[in-house]
């Protein structure tokens, strides 16, 4: 699974201490919401909102949810 991860996303990674293995997680086991364009992965306390083109797995944000 290669990840391509936005500045956006990138910067809500950094400021809420969110490493790419969490990200990994939330893509293989969470639940999946298809979104307008892409889709929203919930697992645990993250959400993380991608979209997919070939094998690239395109993270657009990441959340912490509470």
Known sequence: M??????????????QGISEELI???LQRGAKIP???GFLATYTY????????GEKYIIKTVMITR
């Open 46 to 53: 993250l959400q993380v909102a991608y979209k997919v083109r």
């Open 2 to 15: 290669e990840l391509v991860i936005t500045f956006h996303a990138q910067k809500r990674m950094d400021q």
């Open 24 to 26: 990994r997680l939330a």
């Open 35 to 37: 979104q307008t364009d």
